[in-house]
Protein backbone atom coordinates (compact mmCIF):
# COMPACT_ATOMS: atom_id res chain seq x y z
CA UNK A 1 0.00 0.00 0.00
CA UNK A 2 1.33 3.42 -0.63
CA UNK A 3 1.81 6.03 2.05
CA UNK A 4 -1.61 7.74 0.97
CA UNK A 5 -3.62 4.77 0.28
CA UNK A 6 -2.24 3.54 3.79
CA UNK A 7 -3.02 6.99 5.79
CA UNK A 8 -6.69 7.19 4.04
CA UNK A 9 -7.09 3.39 5.33
CA UNK A 10 -6.23 4.55 8.85
CA UNK A 11 -8.45 7.64 8.84
CA UNK A 12 -11.09 5.39 7.52
CA UNK A 13 -11.08 2.71 9.82
CA UNK A 14 -10.95 5.27 12.36
CA UNK A 15 -13.78 7.14 11.38
CA UNK A 16 -15.55 3.52 11.25
CA UNK A 17 -13.86 2.79 15.01
CA UNK A 18 -15.88 5.87 16.24
CA UNK A 19 -19.31 5.18 14.72
CA UNK A 20 -18.69 1.61 15.94
CA UNK A 21 -17.75 2.46 19.61
CA UNK A 22 -21.05 5.26 19.80
CA UNK A 23 -23.50 2.73 19.01
CA UNK A 24 -21.58 0.18 21.72
CA UNK A 25 -21.78 3.01 24.00
CA UNK A 26 -25.94 3.74 23.66
CA UNK A 27 -26.69 -0.25 24.07
CA UNK A 28 -26.60 -0.11 27.56
CA UNK A 29 -29.61 -2.37 28.32
CA UNK A 30 -28.90 -6.15 29.54
CA UNK A 31 -32.19 -8.38 29.27
CA UNK A 32 -33.12 -11.49 27.08
CA UNK A 33 -34.01 -11.14 23.64
CA UNK A 34 -36.59 -13.59 21.89
CA UNK A 35 -35.11 -13.89 18.34
CA UNK A 36 -37.12 -15.23 14.97
CA UNK A 37 -35.69 -16.68 12.31
CA UNK A 38 -37.52 -16.90 9.41
CA UNK A 39 -37.70 -17.40 5.49
CA UNK A 40 -37.46 -20.33 3.10
CA UNK A 41 -33.75 -20.51 2.79
CA UNK A 42 -31.65 -23.27 4.05
CA UNK A 43 -30.11 -21.89 7.94
CA UNK A 44 -32.77 -21.61 10.45
CA UNK A 45 -32.52 -24.11 12.51
CA UNK A 46 -28.71 -24.52 12.44
CA UNK A 47 -28.76 -21.02 13.81
CA UNK A 48 -30.60 -22.04 16.82
CA UNK A 49 -28.34 -24.72 17.05
CA UNK A 50 -25.13 -22.95 16.77
CA UNK A 51 -26.79 -20.19 19.27
CA UNK A 52 -27.18 -23.51 21.99
CA UNK A 53 -23.62 -24.28 21.83
CA UNK A 54 -22.47 -20.41 22.08
CA UNK A 55 -24.81 -20.29 24.66
CA UNK A 56 -23.51 -23.71 26.56
CA UNK A 57 -20.05 -22.69 26.00
CA UNK A 58 -20.63 -20.17 28.71
CA UNK A 59 -22.09 -22.80 30.82
CA UNK A 60 -25.87 -21.42 30.11
CA UNK A 61 -28.61 -23.65 31.09
CA UNK A 62 -31.29 -24.37 27.95
CA UNK A 63 -34.12 -26.53 26.33
CA UNK A 64 -34.90 -27.07 23.27
CA UNK A 65 -38.12 -28.43 21.80
CA UNK A 66 -38.69 -29.52 18.30
CA UNK A 67 -42.44 -30.09 17.18
CA UNK A 68 -41.71 -31.27 13.70
CA UNK A 69 -40.08 -34.64 14.19
CA UNK A 70 -38.38 -36.34 10.60
CA UNK A 71 -37.54 -39.81 10.49
CA UNK A 72 -34.21 -39.54 11.12
CA UNK A 73 -32.57 -38.57 14.55
CA UNK A 74 -31.18 -35.63 13.98
CA UNK A 75 -27.57 -34.60 14.17
CA UNK A 76 -28.28 -31.83 16.38
CA UNK A 77 -30.60 -34.46 19.21
CA UNK A 78 -27.85 -37.37 18.79
CA UNK A 79 -25.27 -34.30 19.87
CA UNK A 80 -26.66 -32.13 22.42
CA UNK A 81 -29.51 -35.00 24.20
CA UNK A 82 -26.93 -36.24 26.54
CA UNK A 83 -25.14 -32.63 27.30
CA UNK A 84 -25.86 -32.58 30.68
CA UNK A 85 -27.00 -28.81 30.51
CA UNK A 86 -29.30 -29.27 27.85
CA UNK A 87 -33.30 -30.92 28.09
CA UNK A 88 -33.70 -32.08 24.55
CA UNK A 89 -37.44 -33.06 23.71
CA UNK A 90 -38.63 -33.89 20.05
CA UNK A 91 -42.45 -33.24 19.89
CA UNK A 92 -43.88 -36.91 21.45
CA UNK A 93 -45.97 -38.51 18.70
CA UNK A 94 -44.27 -36.22 16.44
CA UNK A 95 -45.95 -34.13 13.56
CA UNK A 96 -44.74 -35.12 10.47
CA UNK A 97 -46.04 -34.48 6.83
CA UNK A 98 -46.85 -38.23 6.85
CA UNK A 99 -49.08 -38.50 9.61
CA UNK A 100 -52.11 -36.68 8.77
CA UNK A 101 -54.14 -36.81 11.60
CA UNK A 102 -55.79 -33.41 12.46
CA UNK A 103 -56.37 -34.94 16.27
CA UNK A 104 -53.23 -36.25 16.62
CA UNK A 105 -50.90 -33.74 15.92
CA UNK A 106 -52.88 -31.25 17.78
CA UNK A 107 -52.95 -33.14 20.97
CA UNK A 108 -48.55 -33.56 20.43
CA UNK A 109 -48.66 -29.55 19.75
CA UNK A 110 -50.73 -28.93 22.89
CA UNK A 111 -48.56 -31.30 24.72
CA UNK A 112 -45.13 -29.67 23.47
CA UNK A 113 -46.26 -26.32 23.86
CA UNK A 114 -47.12 -27.41 28.03
CA UNK A 115 -44.00 -28.20 28.13
CA UNK A 116 -42.36 -25.45 26.41
CA UNK A 117 -44.60 -22.77 29.03
CA UNK A 118 -42.71 -24.66 31.57
CA UNK A 119 -39.37 -23.95 30.56
CA UNK A 120 -40.74 -20.04 29.94
CA UNK A 121 -41.48 -19.97 33.65
CA UNK A 122 -38.10 -21.74 35.10
CA UNK A 123 -35.32 -18.96 35.44
CA UNK A 124 -32.92 -21.53 35.49
CA UNK A 125 -33.07 -21.93 31.85
CA UNK A 126 -31.49 -18.89 30.28
CA UNK A 127 -31.70 -19.88 26.58
CA UNK A 128 -34.73 -22.04 24.85
CA UNK A 129 -34.70 -23.30 21.09
CA UNK A 130 -38.72 -23.94 19.63
CA UNK A 131 -37.30 -24.97 16.59
CA UNK A 132 -40.16 -25.55 13.57
CA UNK A 133 -42.77 -24.16 16.36
CA UNK A 134 -44.43 -21.74 13.75
CA UNK A 135 -46.10 -24.90 11.44
CA UNK A 136 -47.97 -25.33 15.26
CA UNK A 137 -49.24 -22.12 14.54
CA UNK A 138 -50.23 -22.37 10.87
CA UNK A 139 -51.95 -25.21 11.24
CA UNK A 140 -53.95 -24.11 14.02
CA UNK A 141 -52.78 -26.42 16.52
CA UNK A 142 -51.76 -23.87 18.38
CA UNK A 143 -53.31 -20.33 19.26
CA UNK A 144 -50.94 -17.28 18.96
CA UNK A 145 -52.02 -15.38 21.62
CA UNK A 146 -51.38 -17.97 24.03
CA UNK A 147 -47.60 -18.72 22.56
CA UNK A 148 -47.38 -14.52 22.06
CA UNK A 149 -48.59 -14.15 25.79
CA UNK A 150 -46.27 -17.07 27.37
CA UNK A 151 -43.17 -16.09 25.64
CA UNK A 152 -43.38 -12.18 26.63
CA UNK A 153 -43.81 -13.30 30.24
CA UNK A 154 -41.01 -15.05 30.42
CA UNK A 155 -38.21 -14.08 32.83
CA UNK A 156 -36.11 -10.80 31.99
CA UNK A 157 -32.77 -12.46 31.26
CA UNK A 158 -34.25 -15.59 29.42
CA UNK A 159 -33.41 -15.78 25.53
CA UNK A 160 -35.53 -17.64 23.03
CA UNK A 161 -35.31 -18.51 19.35
CA UNK A 162 -37.78 -19.70 17.53
CA UNK A 163 -37.47 -21.00 13.75
CA UNK A 164 -39.71 -22.00 10.82
CA UNK A 165 -40.32 -20.46 7.37
CA UNK A 166 -43.32 -18.39 8.65
CA UNK A 167 -43.99 -16.23 11.67
CA UNK A 168 -46.83 -15.05 13.14
CA UNK A 169 -48.43 -11.52 13.16
CA UNK A 170 -48.29 -11.96 17.12
CA UNK A 171 -44.58 -13.22 17.32
CA UNK A 172 -43.48 -10.44 15.39
CA UNK A 173 -45.26 -7.96 17.46
CA UNK A 174 -42.95 -8.66 20.62
CA UNK A 175 -39.90 -10.02 18.81
CA UNK A 176 -36.44 -8.49 19.41
CA UNK A 177 -34.79 -9.94 16.30
CA UNK A 178 -36.11 -10.86 13.39
CA UNK A 179 -33.88 -12.31 10.60
CA UNK A 180 -35.24 -13.70 7.21
CA UNK A 181 -32.82 -16.44 5.65
CA UNK A 182 -33.43 -16.17 2.01
CA UNK A 183 -33.52 -19.07 -0.56
CA UNK A 184 -31.16 -17.79 -3.19
CA UNK A 185 -30.32 -21.33 -4.30
CA UNK A 186 -30.51 -24.76 -2.71
CA UNK A 187 -28.54 -27.94 -3.91
CA UNK A 188 -31.87 -30.12 -3.35
CA UNK A 189 -33.41 -28.44 -6.30
CA UNK A 190 -30.13 -29.63 -8.70
CA UNK A 191 -31.10 -33.03 -7.30
CA UNK A 192 -28.53 -33.42 -4.52
CA UNK A 193 -29.84 -35.54 -1.93
CA UNK A 194 -30.57 -34.58 1.35
CA UNK A 195 -27.16 -36.08 3.95
CA UNK A 196 -26.77 -35.81 7.48
CA UNK A 197 -24.28 -33.40 9.06
CA UNK A 198 -25.65 -30.62 6.21
CA UNK A 199 -29.61 -31.45 6.27
CA UNK A 200 -30.19 -33.11 9.63
P1 LIG B 1 -31.40 -26.03 8.50
O1 LIG B 1 -31.95 -27.01 9.52
O2 LIG B 1 -30.52 -26.74 7.52
O3 LIG B 1 -30.80 -24.82 9.11
P2 LIG B 1 -33.80 -24.60 8.03
O4 LIG B 1 -34.16 -24.81 9.45
O5 LIG B 1 -33.50 -23.20 7.60
O6 LIG B 1 -32.62 -25.56 7.61
P3 LIG B 1 -36.29 -25.86 7.31
O7 LIG B 1 -37.38 -25.09 6.71
O8 LIG B 1 -36.39 -26.26 8.73
O9 LIG B 1 -34.92 -25.09 7.05
O10 LIG B 1 -36.02 -27.11 6.41
C1 LIG B 1 -35.46 -28.25 6.92
C2 LIG B 1 -34.73 -29.03 5.87
O11 LIG B 1 -35.03 -28.62 4.54
C3 LIG B 1 -33.21 -28.89 5.98
O12 LIG B 1 -32.73 -30.16 5.71
C4 LIG B 1 -32.85 -27.92 4.91
O13 LIG B 1 -31.55 -28.14 4.36
C5 LIG B 1 -33.88 -28.16 3.88
N1 LIG B 1 -34.17 -26.90 3.21
C6 LIG B 1 -34.18 -25.66 3.75
N2 LIG B 1 -34.47 -24.73 2.84
C7 LIG B 1 -34.66 -25.40 1.68
C8 LIG B 1 -34.98 -25.00 0.34
N3 LIG B 1 -35.16 -23.73 0.05
N4 LIG B 1 -35.09 -25.97 -0.60
C9 LIG B 1 -34.92 -27.26 -0.28
N5 LIG B 1 -34.62 -27.71 0.95
C10 LIG B 1 -34.48 -26.78 1.92
MG1 LIG C 1 -35.51 -25.86 10.49
Request: hydrophobic share 50%; no cysteine; net charge positive.
Given at each position: MSDAADTKYRERMATKKQVVDERIARATIERGVLILMKGNGKGKSSS???TLA???GHGHRAAVIQ???GRKATGEYLFFKDHPQVNFHVMGHGFTWETQDATKDRDAALAAWAQAEVYLQDPNYHFLVFDELSYMLKY???EPERVAKALAARP???NV???GRTMAREL???ADTISIVNDERHAFRQGVKAQPGIEY
Open positions: AFGRALFIKGHLAHQIVTQDI
